[in-house]
């Protein structure tokens, strides 16, 4: 089989869209969210699934094997994909992404869960099972990353956020503030980036790739080695045609970003020259602004010390952001 891609990013930062037009060139395959590193077998994701979100299992796990089993994913084969993943429910997350991986060789086949760069373990975990893989490091603004993530979270997803509490906790706090898992994700991936072999990592600003598709696929395909003609690259920017790219059927909702699954074709708008379109992303500011009067105002009722804590966790997390946002090329 050939070595996988694996892409690394923060929630909210283009993977769904990105990894869908990763997907649609002939030499490859990408996955929903599979969500299943970082869990010792299909049994202990199933029974996350079950008891903390009330599903029965990782809807892009269920998916992803209704696809390759019956190249389709309706209630019936999705139902059969449940079946089987309880059957081999032993199966570790490596040896599920292998299986997966030998029914689509020899396409590359692609993961792209987020919540994988929430732990430096879990990502050190990758690396070891798949040291020769290649790791696309895929970046978006802090700002455009921090409204998308904050309207995230007000939907409640649960897999990132269980109930409201004010308590004082640095889980309660990263919800305060999402930029501080922009930043979380980010900072584990460039620890860990010693560990993969320079061929094998690449950093794409999201941004670059929606705004200039042609010229920054055509590198992703030179590095992947991989067919960069124009047929190809014209097969990327069809994401829509990913079998992926809608909400699913009831039994296994989900498993890719719920704005990409309701609309995922590529829009890119007209820019000033006819023949150049171009992504957008609109900001009304050019720095990300912390609301530490609200976070202070939420935490009154803690101990002076502790409200002390808060503040200077606060102005330390908006330090780091900036420095982050440099080292990242924004």
């Known amino acids: 089989m050939r070595e996988p891609l694996f892409i690394l990013s923060p929630p909210r930062s283009f993977s769904s869209l990105i990894s869908s037009i990763i997907g649609q060139h002939p030499e490859m395959h990408a996955f929903p969210e599979l969500q299943v590193f970082g869990r010792s077998s299909l049994q202990d994701m199933m029974i996350r699934n079950q008891e903390s979100l009330h599903r029965l299992a990782s809807p892009g796990s269920i998916r992803s094997i209704a696809e390759v089993h019956e190249q389709e994913q309706t209630n019936e084969s999705c139902t059969r994909a449940w079946l089987w993943i309880q059957k081999h429910s032993s199966m570790s997350p490596v040896d599920f992404f292998n299986y997966l991986r030998s029914q689509v060789s020899p396409l590359i086949a692609v993961e ?30 802090v700002i455009g990353n921090y409204k998308s993530l904050k309207e995230f979270l007000g939907e409640k997803d649960k897999f990132l956020i269980d109930e409201d509490s004010d308590q004082l906790s640095s889980k309660a706090l990263s919800m305060e503030h999402p930029a501080s898992i922009w930043h979380a994700s980010h900072r584990n991936i460039l620890t860990i980036r010693p560990l993969i072999k320079s061929e094998n990592y690449l950093r794409i600003k999201g941004e670059d790739l929606l705004n200039n598709p042609d010229s920054i696929l055509r590198q992703f395909c030179e590095w992947m080695r991989i067919d960069g003609s124009s047929l190809a690259i014209k097969a990327m920017l069809r994401p829509h045609e990913s079998p992926y790219a809608c909400i699913g059927p009831r039994i296994a909702h989900g498993g890719n970003d719920g704005k990409f699954m309701r609309q995922p074709v590529l829009r890119l708008k007209p820019s000033k020259h006819d023949q150049v379109q171009s992504f957008y992303e609109a900001s009304d500011a050019k720095s990300l602004q912390l609301d530490q009067a609200s976070l202070l105002e939420k935490y009154r009722h803690l101990a002076t010390e502790e409200s002390k804590q808060i503040e200077r966790w606060a102005i330390h997390l908006y330090r780091e952001i900036e420095a982050m946002q440099i080292r990242l090329g924004y």
């Open 112 to 141: 792209k869960t987020p919540i994988n760069t929430l732990k430096a373990s879990r990502l050190k975990e990758i690396i070891t099972a798949y040291p020769n893989a290649k790791f696309l490091h895929l970046t978006r603004s």
